[in-house]
């Protein structure tokens, strides 16, 4: 069974950091896309990043790129995202998932909340 976990949400004030983990376990992960959405309320899901598990490529939204920065650890299994210099439009429910293809994304965590405050 794949799981998928997020930790290491909070509540910072802006200009801060916080850095999530993404913990993966249930099957091995080579030839995936690992990677961070975000949804604040009332608003719908966005990407944020992702890496590719083999080669560490990776990909950020617009507003995110100098801020963020997405890693892996492949003996830990786990993914992280660093964010720095967060906004209060940052807050959001930030929740990573796992892609094979390039057309869907087929693993989702369940979320972990990020509250930036000014």
């Known amino acids: 069974q794949v799981q998928l976990v997020e930790s290491g949400g909070g509540l910072v004030q802006a200009g801060g950091s916080l850095r999530l983990s993404c913990a993966a376990s249930?099957?091995?992960?080579?030839?995936?896309?690992m990677g961070w959405f975000r949804q604040a309320p009332g608003k719908e899901r966005e990407f944020v990043a992702d890496i590719t598990w083999n080669f560490g490529r990776t990909t950020y939204t617009d507003s995110v790129k100098g801020r963020f920065t997405i890693s892996k650890d492949n003996a830990k299994n786990t993914v992280y995202l660093q964010m720095n210099s967060l906004k209060p439009e940052d807050t959001a429910v930030y929740s990573c998932?796992?892609?094979?293809?390039?057309?869907?994304?087929?693993?989702w965590g369940q979320g972990t909340q990020v509250t930036v405050s000014s």
């Open positions: 998932a796992a892609a094979y293809s390039s057309i869907a994304w087929d693993y």
């Open positions: 249930g099957r091995t992960f080579s030839g995936y896309r």
